[in-house]
């Protein structure tokens, strides 16, 4: 089955720790995603990246940081210098074929912070 | 990028049409209007996507009026698990563009 996978569901770090949160998709899409989401909000996104080796800030880069070595994964690492890490992150992917392709996302994985 | 305004939420009973619209006075020519649907601890999926007029499937149906500045996701007999939260996004996503999401509507539905 095609989609995207991110792993862990759960997530547990002290403060002051960096973890990588890991998105893997095998549609063969170009652009992928990362957003965050807190409690009764909406999403917000933090990067995202058209191509490999390219990655732009989205509205909440401060204290995250990616990398798009692979067509395939997009991993997103969250830095001690991200003041308020605790949240749900959710990884998406869309082809850039095609009139204006959907976005395809993960089930997330949830980040406590303590 | 177009900001898009929604009802922060919505309660409707089992059996109802539900209409959300969304408002998005500064659309730009080239961008889509697209629904998503998301469940608690879950990733949005997909619901519908339009550019004008009507379109239809087999979940819902997207209205959009000839100047684009609003749209209106119409659920027809809602059930229980259609309770979500809605999101609209307008944009054009093979434009390079930042993909960012309102606040989404709340739905609830009610026996």
């Known amino acids: 089955d095609g989609g995207i996978t991110q792993s862990p569901k759960y997530l547990f770090r002290k403060e002051g720790q960096n973890v990588t949160l890991s998105c893997e998709q095998n549609?063969?899409?170009?652009?992928m995603y990362w957003y965050r989401q807190d409690p009764g909000q909406g999403l917000r996104l933090i990067y995202y990246?058209?191509?490999?080796?390219?990655?732009q800030k989205g509205d909440i880069a401060e204290g995250y940081s990616v990398s798009r070595e692979k067509k395939e994964s997009f991993p997103l690492t969250v830095t001690s210098a991200q003041k308020n890490p605790t949240a749900f992150y959710l990884c998406?992917?869309?082809?850039?074929?095609?009139?204006?392709?959907?976005?395809?996302f993960g089930n997330g994985t949830r980040l406590t912070v303590t | 990028l177009a900001k898009t305004t929604q009802p922060i939420s919505m309660d409707s009973y089992e059996g109802q049409e539900v209409n959300i619209t969304c408002s998005h006075n500064?659309?730009?020519?080239?961008?889509?209007i697209t629904w998503y649907q998301q469940f608690p601890s879950q990733g949005p999926r997909f619901i519908i996507q339009?550019?004008?007029t009507k379109v239809t499937n087999e979940v819902a149906s997207l209205f959009i009026p000839a100047d684009r500045k609003s749209s209106t996701l119409s659920l027809p007999r809602v059930s229980l698990s259609d309770t979500a939260v809605y999101y609209c996004?307008?944009?054009?996503?093979?434009?390079?563009?930042?993909?960012?999401f309102g606040g989404g509507t709340r739905l609830m539905v009610k026996p």
């Open positions: 990246s058209q191509i490999v080796n390219d990655f």
């Open positions: 998406a992917s869309s082809s850039l074929t095609g009139a204006n392709s959907p976005l395809h």
């Open positions: 549609l063969n899409h170009d652009a």
């Open positions: 339009g550019y004008k």
């Open positions: 500064n659309i730009a020519t080239n961008d889509y």
């Open positions: 996004l307008v944009a054009n996503n093979n434009a390079g563009n930042m993909l960012t």
